[in-house]
């Protein structure tokens, strides 16, 4: 009877705390990668959300860069202690794919009952996240690399600043031009190297990055990328960084830096520098489509940026809440917001068809590039992506390579060929891995 009391007296307390018709909100955590800039609207993204209904709080966790984010999820998963949601680049889709760790996003909405056009997702978008024809992942930040040219150093140096270059040819003399004028010390620079020059730019010139069309027919074995268009790329480069033209500036995201604080005159980035650019920039920019190699064919830059994976082994009401986030997430008006904003891409046609219907690219011409850039570009085998096992530490020997080239201690064939031959080596270890 005293046990009876005392639990009337405790709910009693409870519900005096509490306000009127408040209830526990279901928490779930999402872990991602945005800093900075990106960072301030991944939380404003979220209060919005937590702000739009009564039911669910989306805790939203910086757990580093994108190889840390990866890596510190499916640590947790093996710990049994997964966040709900986990950001990984595109660098990591065919590990997400194959870890076994995950609730495919498809499946999940289904099972919720929650409702989602998915053929209202851009095609290239979702056909690189999707898997026998069903998405695995949310899209969420998407982006492509593209050209960034500096208008106030054009100016100076006697260039026309409405006339980005379109060729490699015409980037070397333009950025000599910059350079020799005195008008800055960096003509030419790149950033996420073996992005922007090794999968980007054997996709734009329709060539070969991996065998079994870069990983999306079968698993990869073998990498093509030492063949002629990355020789002569390569030779390039390395002949541009000897006579001051081209200027290295790092692995990963190092090379935004020249670009956002104008010390470059021209540069390959993400799509993703135009929101900070256009908050941050002293100076007059613009964009342009990636550059053309003569001799080779067309074909399309590549998605970039990165999704929103659902981790296996939580309660089904945190699953409900995962998928009324997502749903938030798709509606137009988000989509809309989050790529005016940001510059990702715009990842829903009916938010394209919104944007266009204000003439937001025609006011804004910088957040048009990209999309202009990768739908108008020729779409085969060898520019729909690369969807590899050990990606991540792939890119890191390209780019130690790539290193050893410009610095003069390897010929570019060189250089490619042990590249090579190193990543053949991680796509062993991950099929041995997951067969």
């Not at 917001?337 to 804004?364: C, E, M, R, V």
């Not at 850039?373 to 890119?395: D, E, F, M, P, W």
Request: aromatic share 12%.
């Amino acid at each position: 009877m005293k046990a009876k009391i005392l639990s009337m007296a405790l709910l009693l307390t409870f519900c005096l705390v509490l306000p009127p018709g408040a209830v526990a909100k279901t928490e779930i955590q999402w872990w991602h990668a945005m800093t900075g800039f990106l960072g301030e609207k991944v939380n404003e993204i979220t209060q919005k959300f937590n702000a739009s209904q009564t039911e669910y709080e989306v805790n939203a966790v910086h757990k580093g860069t994108y190889t840390e984010t990866l890596t510190a999820g499916i640590a947790a998963y093996r710990a049994k202690n997964p966040p709900h949601i986990l950001q990984v680049f595109e660098v990591g889709t065919q590990t997400m794919l194959s870890s076994g760790a995950i609730y495919p996003v498809y499946q999940l909405m289904r099972d919720q009952g929650v409702k989602m056009d998915w053929s209202d997702f851009v095609s290239i978008v979702r056909s690189y996240y999707s898997k026998d024809g069903n998405l695995y992942s949310m899209p969420f930040n998407s982006s492509t690399a593209i050209l960034y040219y500096n208008k106030s150093i054009f100016q100076k140096a006697g260039l026309d600043p409405n006339k980005p270059p379109t060729t490699f040819d015409e980037i070397g003399k333009m950025a000599k031009a910059a350079v020799s004028s005195g008008a800055t010390k960096i003509g030419f620079t790149t950033a996420w190297p073996s992005w922007t020059l090794v999968e980007n730019m054997h996709a734009w010139h329709d060539q070969p990055f991996a065998d079994n069309e870069n990983g999306f027919a079968a698993m990869a074995a073998q990498l093509k990328i030492n063949g002629e268009f990355g020789v002569k790329l390569w030779e390039l480069l390395a002949q541009w960084q000897k006579d001051g033209i081209y200027t290295y500036s790092g692995r990963g995201n190092k090379g935004d830096q020249p670009i956002i604080n104008g010390e470059a005159a021209i540069g390959l980035a993400s799509t993703a520098l135009v929101g900070t650019l256009t908050k941050t920039a002293k100076f007059e920019w613009g964009t342009g489509n990636l550059p053309r190699l003569a001799g080779f064919p067309q074909g399309n830059s590549i998605i970039g940026g990165a999704t929103l994976w659902v981790m296996k082994g939580h309660k089904p009401e945190e699953y409900k809440a995962v998928a009324k986030f997502f749903e938030f997430l798709a509606k137009t008006e988000q989509q809309a917001w989050w790529h005016a904003i940001t510059g990702y891409i715009p990842i829903s046609n009916s938010s394209l068809k919104s944007l266009q219907a204000t003439d937001h690219f025609k006011k804004n011409p910088n957040l048009w590039t990209a999309f202009g850039q990768i739908t108008s570009g020729k779409s085969t085998k060898n520019s729909q992506g690369v969807r590899l096992g050990n990606l991540v530490a792939i890119r890191d020997t390209i780019e130690a390579e790539f290193e050893n080239v410009i610095g003069g201690s390897k010929t570019a064939k060189q250089g490619l060929d042990d590249a090579v031959k190193k990543g053949n080596e991680f796509l062993k270890e991950f099929a041995a891995l997951y067969k």
